[in-house]
């Protein structure tokens, strides 16, 4: 077996473990945030989440998603965050943080601007919608034959999530999850058009 064979399998294997590692630090570090939340008597979930249309409320775009009601509320987010940000780090670091920025600033840009008056926003459910959004997406813009089947078979086992970006269930930001998945939708259109346009049409994910 020549070098070129068998350097791909060594490429995925490392790249996975890297997404694993990246993504329990991810999800740790939420954990971490909600217990000095709890500690402090939840007083960074009221000041650091989005309030819309209020010039106090702007720095939540940034904290928000880090931010969660109760453990109910984060553990709820935990396994999609792990599922999707884990498939989403398979493609590296650097687009995990590039695609991550766009989900959390449009996300939190359109909940600001849309939500409801009065209320606060917070939880990680924006990029919980965003990565699933960009997973679904990508192959249609970069033509990858695996990326386009990965989406597909995200569609089958959660596609139902999708039903939450819509308005109707009390206590939950359906604005968080439309413009998180808004945010993903524009994500995949650019990185997926400049990987077809760079000829990265094959390969898996």
């Given amino acids: 077996m020549s070098w070129q064979q068998a350097s791909a399998p060594v490429r995925r294997r490392s790249a996975a473990g890297t997404a694993l590692r990246v993504s329990l630090l991810f999800i740790g570090g939420l954990y971490a945030v909600e217990l000095l939340d709890q500690a402090l008597g939840s007083r960074l979930e009221r000041a650091g989440g989005v309030e819309p249309l209020e010039n106090d409320g702007l720095d939540g775009i940034l904290f928000a998603p880090a931010l969660h009601g109760t453990w109910e509320h984060l553990l709820a987010n935990t396994v999609p965050l792990f599922v999707f940000g884990f498939l989403v780090l398979l493609a590296g670091v650097r687009r995990w943080l590039a695609v991550t920025a766009a989900v ?102």
């Fill in 104 to 205: 959390w600033l449009v996300g939190g840009a359109g909940v600001w601007l849309t939500g409801g008056a009065g209320t606060i926003h917070i939880g990680a459910s924006i990029l919980v919608f965003g990565w699933l959004t960009y997973l679904l997406l990508r192959g249609l813009f970069s033509w990858n034959a695996g990326q386009l089947a990965l989406g597909v078979i995200l569609l089958l086992v959660y596609g139902g999530l999708l039903w939450g970006v819509l308005p109707g269930q009390p206590g939950v930001s359906w604005q968080g999850h439309l413009f998180g998945a808004v945010g993903g939708g524009l994500a995949a259109w650019w990185f997926g058009r400049a990987d077809r346009l760079r000829g990265e049409t094959r390969g898996w994910p």
